[in-house]
């Protein structure tokens, strides 16, 4: 079974540029997440997909962070403009989205994408 | 508000001997208890959860967890730690009112040869 594919693996900008990331999930799977994590830090929930509906995006930063899940497969986090404190590994996750509920789902998560902002 | 204090943020064992890593959580209901691992440069990897079956849960890789409500602990434990255990570990709550989750700001486990 492929796991959650990113891309890509790293990216380095100068502040102020754009920058985008793509996930593409475990085929299947209804939930996906963005994470946010800083060195030395455990990861930040920026926004949580079911299908391709917003669950959760309370840690968003929407003033310059933005996020979608056309057709509630791939997905895509975008930076505009990028800040020095945005460097960090953004990680991808999905889970199946069962009956249980997202407490007790297990996700997955992808290698991630470590942006660099100069 | 739910919490996890991972109470070390480095652990150095030598290989062979035992590895505890401790975990402490705040939580307003009933949680779910995970332990994620973050090998160098690849994504992280679920090693074992607790959602209120059985306090003792056994993982992958021989790691083990013990729930104990009263200490409001979840520490992760492995007999004999071996080379390729050296990562990062990441204990993880959930609360079943909300469903977020909430991390840990992680223990690097070093193992010496």
């Known amino acids: 079974e492929a796991g959650v594919a990113q891309s890509p693996r790293y990216k380095i900008i100068e502040k102020r540029q754009s920058v985008a990331f793509w996930c593409n999930p475990i085929?299947?799977?209804?939930?996906l997440y963005w994470y946010q994590q800083i060195l030395g830090q455990g990861p930040k929930l920026l926004i949580q997909?079911?299908?391709?509906?917003?669950?959760?995006d309370s840690q968003l930063p929407k003033d310059r962070f933005s996020a979608e899940r056309l057709k509630g497969v791939d997905s895509t986090l975008k930076i505009q403009p990028a800040k020095l404190e945005d460097s960090a590994v953004y990680l991808c996750?999905?889970?199946?989205?069962?009956?249980?509920?997202?407490?007790?789902?297990?996700?997955?998560f992808g290698p991630g994408t470590r942006l660099t902002v100069l | 508000a739910q919490s996890v204090t991972q109470l070390d943020s480095h652990v150095s064992v030598s290989e062979g001997t035992p590895v505890l890593l401790r975990c402490n959580y705040s939580s307003s209901y009933s949680p779910s208890l995970f332990w994620y691992v973050q090998h160098p440069n690849k994504g992280l990897q679920l090693l074992l959860k607790?959602?209120?079956?059985a306090t003792l849960v056994k993982g992958i890789n021989g790691f083990e967890a013990e729930f104990k409500k009263s200490e409001t602990s979840f520490h992760l434990t492995k007999p004999s730690a071996h080379m390729s255990d050296a990562a990062e570990y990441f204990c993880v709550v959930s609360e079943r009112s909300n469903y977020q989750l909430i991390w840990g700001a992680g223990t690097k486990l070093i193992i010496k040869p």
């Open positions: 997909f079911q299908n391709n509906g917003v669950v959760d």
């Open positions: 607790y959602t209120s079956a």
């Open positions: 996750a999905s889970s199946l989205g069962g009956v249980a509920g997202p407490s007790t789902d297990t996700q997955y």
């Open positions: 085929s299947g799977h209804a939930t």
